[in-house]
């Protein structure tokens, strides 16, 4: 079995990255290349950058004026970027945000349950129409993350997606809106999801009137 020492510098031969320019540039030429897909306004419907996040935006908006829920999950590196999103978009977007990834949490339903339903289980009990699942794979195809997608769809939540690897991945088929990293380095599309994460709510605050207001 490969080591993620190995695994890393394999991608990183691959894309032929040697210095922090070629990272630079060689994340920078993946980033440009996102896909953004949506099954809000038309099935298979392939949007601009520029458009996805505005309706991701549009999510949010309508979340903070209903007072629902925004719930994000992730395994490993992906957690890490879910807690950090689920702070952000509380402390400044004012958002109302649910964290199903403390300790206990996780051991008790993995525990109960098994792991696949780490996270499924808890969106069973508390998610509600309209909420937002926010689900984070590099990727896209870990068991826990996509029974939590079907278990936010079952009870009519709308759900964002955020994955890599591989482009037929099965989660970024399960959301309303789905971004999709084409790279297989988990540093380029670790860092691709945060930063859409981070884009999403910077222009959700531009947008929202709070730069007029300073």
């Not at 990272?23 to 440009?32: A, D, M, P, T």
Request: proline content about 2%; charged content about 20%.
């Amino acid at each position: 079995m490969i080591t993620p020492a190995e695994r890393t510098c394999q991608e990183l031969k691959k894309f032929g990255i040697d210095n922090a320019e070629d990272y630079l540039r060689g994340f920078n030429n993946v980033l440009k290349k996102v896909c953004v897909i949506s099954d809000t306004f038309e099935t298979g419907n392939v949007l601009g950058m520029n458009y996805g996040i505005n309706a991701v935006i549009g999510l949010l908006r309508e979340s903070f004026l209903s007072k629902k829920k925004i719930i994000i999950v992730g395994n490993g590196g992906s957690a890490a970027i879910a807690l950090h999103t689920l702070a952000d978009y509380a402390a400044a977007g004012g958002l109302r945000t649910m964290d199903l990834m403390s300790p206990a949490l996780i051991t008790c339903m993995a525990n109960d349950y098994g792991y696949e339903n780490v996270f499924a289980k808890h969106i069973e009990v508390f998610a509600e129409k309209d909420d937002i699942l926010f689900a984070i794979s590099s990727s896209g195809k870990s068991p826990n993350i996509l029974k939590a997608c079907k278990a936010a769809k079952f009870r009519r939540c709308l759900i964002v997606t955020f994955s890599g690897f591989d482009s037929e991945n099965s989660l970024r088929e399960l959301g309303n809106i789905n971004f999709y990293v084409p790279s297989s380095h988990y540093g380029f599309v670790e860092l691709a999801h945060q930063i859409l994460l981070h884009c999403i709510l910077d222009l959700y605050l531009k947008k929202g009137g709070i730069e007029d207001a300073l």
